[in-house]
């Protein structure tokens, strides 16, 4: 009865996970794309159980039935944080705020325009985004398992489950307690299959589609020329992507274990206090939208999508799902052949000056055209 009685939760939780996945996805519809798949709530990919108890396994469960241990909890938050980072506030209480090889960021409420997070940290390092006391520490390394193949994309819906089986949001105003689990649903959307982006001044942004071609859905406001010193990037590969939220992409360009990427702002964030600078340094990539939307906490570049992915070695559940749900980035110098990212590490404020063009490769579980 408790098999039986934890997938219908897993059923419901996933036909109310999106429900405002239309709004989510309007920026990137070519024209023709079937109103009603842009507002599908998604195909189920896992659910992952996070025990607010030391000493208990993260388990991951697959639609199949399986089940697998993502490591032991080390530590359980003993309070939340507020204010969080400034643009947690562009989150939907209740969901995944930030995802990334080094941390993953749980918003509970927006208050007085902040948001209010729990963390989830691989013991091996530490965000400071997280704060003391405010995170569950997994037995995990950074960059893989939880915080490599399977990272839940930014906007996955949180729910709190009490010992006797009860589900709640994860919100500010019942936050979760000490024996209770933590429920992370992952979907896939359909949606685009890359991005592309000009990089000059006003550089078109197109999301592409399978059977659709492309749309453009922004502009570059300010270039990309260098690389700096972003943590969390020794985790990850070059050309793939160390973090997601909802007003950041940051993507190594260093090998592992060294330090240094590039990170792709939308318009809004890039005039909050702490990003002003970026307007006069090389390592951001600023972006803005065409019409009136802000870009910030949408689809495709800033929810919903995009996630570090497998590391190296590390598997899903075929060999498509393993590869396709990497992520890549790619690009051209000089108006070239497309290529993989230079390899750059530290802060070199000249280090990226020569690409064109970007292209980032979303995740995907199933083969282009199978469908």
């Known amino acids: 009865m408790k098999i039986v009685a934890k ?10 996970a999106l429900a405002f ?13 079937p109103t009603e798949l842009a507002q599908s709530a998604g195909t189920p990919l896992f659910r992952i159980e996070l025990p607010l108890a030391v000493g208990d396994d993260v388990r991951l469960l697959l ?14 938050p003993s309070s939340s944080r507020w204010p969080a980072y400034t643009a947690s506030r562009w989150a939907r209480p209740g969901t995944v705020a930030a995802s990334a090889v080094n941390a993953i960021h749980l918003l509970l409420s927006v208050e007085e325009e902040k948001g209010r997070t729990i963390s989830l940290l691989p013991a091996e390092t530490f965000a400071p985004a997280a704060g003391v006391g405010n ?4 037995d995990n390394p950074a960059g893989r398992g939880l915080f490599g193949a399977w990272a839940p994309p930014v906007g996955s819906t949180v729910t709190v489950l009490s010992p006797q089986g009860m589900a709640r949001p994860l919100l ?6 000490q024996g209770e689990k933590l429920v992370i649903d992952v979907v896939e959307h359909p949606g685009p299959y890359m991005v592309e982006i000009e ?17 453009r859905i922004g502009r570059v406001a300010h270039p990309l020329g260098g690389v700096g010193r972003f943590g969390g990037s020794q985790y990850q590969e070059p050309g793939r992507l160390r973090a997601n ?28 206090p702490e990003m002003e600078n970026a307007w006069q340094m090389t390592q951001w990539l600023i972006v803005e939208p065409l019409g009136g939307d802000s870009f910030v906490g949408e689809a495709p570049l800033f929810s919903d999508f995009l996630v570090p992915g497998p590391a190296r070695g590390e598997p899903l559940w075929d060999l498509w799902s393993t590869y396709g749900r990497r992520s890549l980035v790619l690009c051209r110098i000089n108006e070239g052949p497309w290529q993989r990212l230079p390899t750059r590490s530290g802060r070199i404020d000249d280090g990226l000056k020569d690409i064109s063009h970007l292209r980032i490769y979303f995740p995907r579980t199933e083969e282009p055209g199978r469908n």
Not at 135 to 138: D, T
């Open 21 to 33: 996945s239309a709004e989510a996805v309007e920026p990137w519809m070519p024209e023709g794309y």
């Open 7 to 16: 997938y219908l939760l897993f059923i419901t939780l996933l036909t109310t």
């Open 135 to 138: 995170a569950l520490i997994i």
């Open 199 to 215: 990089n000059r001044m006003g550089g078109a942004i197109s999301a592409w589609i399978d059977g659709y071609g492309a749309r």
């Open 245 to 272: 939220h909802t007003g950041v992409i940051c993507i190594s360009t260093s090998p592992l274990g060294e330090v240094g990427g590039f990170q792709i702002l939308p318009l809004l964030h890039s005039h909050s």
């Open 63 to 76: 639609p199949s039935g399986e089940s697998r241990s993502l490591g032991k909890v080390l530590a359980i």
């Open 172 to 177: 500010a105003d019942e936050p979760p307690r």
